[in-house]
């Protein structure tokens, strides 16, 4: 990600024309990045962190969650029929029935809540955490000061990836064929659940889980915070 100027005019676009001009609006004009910014890219590039979209204060995301939710998992996007998105399945716990929330902490977010920031992340899932518990792909990440996604961010890069490739891979070199993807979204994680993702053609489906789960088809994805503000 060597470009932050264009990765705001192209977040800022794709969430203008997807009903969330007021997430559009509360992004900077320009990308001013500072020495220590330009020192954090040059890092996380090394790790692979070549992805990033722009994100308006948290507050905001969380204030209009039920309107990203329908924009992004309910709305029909311009795919293949067999891909069509349909009526989210969401619960802040493990469920057979959906209850329509989220589990989705709001402290110790790493400046996501100061203000508008840059996500740069890792395309691709990481490869050592494939059947990691939550809490140890947490510590983990908490050791490289890097992050996972929260719900806000998955539901949009979700919708973004799948408008791009036309299924739900999500990856850019997703680990097979199915179309589909299943995800930890490390930092939605309070002290006890954390929320997980599945996408595929049956549609979205957000639940939480112990941070003592282990599942070996389940990804992680890491990046950094780099703040707009």
């Known amino acids: 990600m060597s470009d932050a100027s264009a990765v705001l005019t192209a977040s800022r676009r ?6 969330l001009a007021d997430w559009a609006e509360a992004l900077p004009t320009n990308a001013t990045l500072t020495a220590d910014h330009r ?3 040059a890092h996380a590039s090394k790790h692979g962190f070549t992805a990033a979209f722009a994100f308006p204060p948290f507050e905001l995301q969380m204030a209009t969650l039920d309107r990203l939710v329908d924009e992004t998992a309910r709305k029909p996007a311009a795919i293949p029929d067999n891909q069509q998105y349909r009526e989210p399945f969401l619960a802040d716990d493990w469920s057979k029935t959906p209850n329509g929330k989220v ?10 809540e100061w203000g508008a920031y840059l996500l740069v992340f890792s395309p691709n899932p990481m490869q050592k955490c494939w059947g990691l518990t939550g809490k140890q792909i947490r510590e983990r990440f908490q050791a490289k000061d890097w992050h996972g996604l929260t719900v806000p961010e998955y539901l949009v ?30 930092d939605s994680m309070d002290d006890k659940n954390c929320s997980v993702a599945l996408g595929s053609n049956r549609g979205i489906n ?13 990804a992680a994805l890491a990046g950094m915070i780099i703040s707009l503000a």
Do not use: M, V
């Open 157 to 186: 890069l979700q919708r973004f990836f799948c408008e791009k490739y036309g299924d739900h891979r999500f990856f850019e070199k997703p680990e097979d064929d199915s179309g589909s993807h299943w995800l930890w979204l490390i």
């Open 14 to 19: 794709f969430l203008a024309t997807h009903n």
């Open 103 to 112: 589990l989705q902490r709001t402290d110790d977010l790493g400046g996501r």
């Open 206 to 218: 957000i639940q939480a889980t112990s941070i003592n789960n282990r599942e070996r088809k389940r």
């Open 39 to 41: 020192a954090a890219l």
